[in-house]
């Protein structure tokens, strides 16, 4: 479909049209959504695990 070039594009495009200076929170978002998400999923993998042997 796409290559690294248009992706490349499409980024630079992204950021030209968001503004720079809306860069650094959009990447703070990202990175806050990225950890809830991860430990969520932990949380959701140790509730399916039978709880262990003593």
């Known amino acids: 479909m796409f290559g690294m070039s ?3 594009l499409i ?5 030209v049209v968001l503004g720079i ?3 650094p929170e ?3 978002s ?5 950890r809830i ?4 999923a932990k949380a959701l993998k ?7 042997r003593t």
């Open 6 to 8: 248009e992706l490349a």
């Open 11 to 15: 980024l630079l495009v992204v950021v």
């Open 21 to 23: 200076k809306k860069l």
């Open 26 to 28: 959009l990447t703070r």
């Open 30 to 34: 990202a990175g806050k959504a990225a």
């Open 37 to 40: 998400f991860k430990s969520e």
């Open 46 to 52: 140790e509730q399916d695990e039978p709880p262990a």
